[in-house]
Nanobody
Framework: QVQLVESGGGLVQAGGSLRLSCAASGRTFNAYTMGWFRQDPGKEREFVAAIRWRGGTTDYADSVKGRFTISRDNAKNTVYLQMNSLKPEDTAVYYC????????????????WGQGTQVTVSS
């Protein structure tokens, strides 16, 4: 099992930026892919971005492509989500997750989750 702790959420005005962090510990060698998902109350959990620990291959949802950047620091076992040009529709709880699979957008392929961090974008 991989333990994940997110940080960096908050309240920001539309057009602003936030950077989320996800610190991983435990059996991190089992985590081939790290992903960010988000969920608004009453809505399904939505894929945002993913990155492979090895090689750094990235994948983005169309809704955030060009605005969000996922990156990782292998030495610190930390994954980041830089969010720029934020929109009110980006408001959600953001979750970091780890998957033993190579590159997946499906939330049910992730077996470790953080507690989530709230991102609120005001108009």
């Amino acid at each position: 099992q991989v333990q994940l702790v997110e940080s960096g959420g908050g309240l920001v005005q539309a057009g602003g930026s936030l950077r989320l962090s996800c610190a991983a510990s435990g059996r991190t060698f089992n985590a081939y892919t790290m992903g960010w998902f988000r969920q608004d109350p009453g809505k399904e959990r939505e894929f945002v971005a993913a990155i492979r620990w090895r090689g750094g291959t990235t994948d983005y949802a169309d809704s955030v492509k060009g605005r969000f950047t996922i990156s990782r620091d292998n030495a610190k076992n930390t994954v980041y989500l830089q969010m720029n040009s934020l929109k009110p529709e980006d408001t959600a709880v953001y979750y970091c997750a780890a998957s033993p699979d190579l590159g997946t957008r499906s939330w049910d392929r992730y077996d470790s989750w953080g507690q989530g961090t709230q991102v609120t974008v005001s108009s």
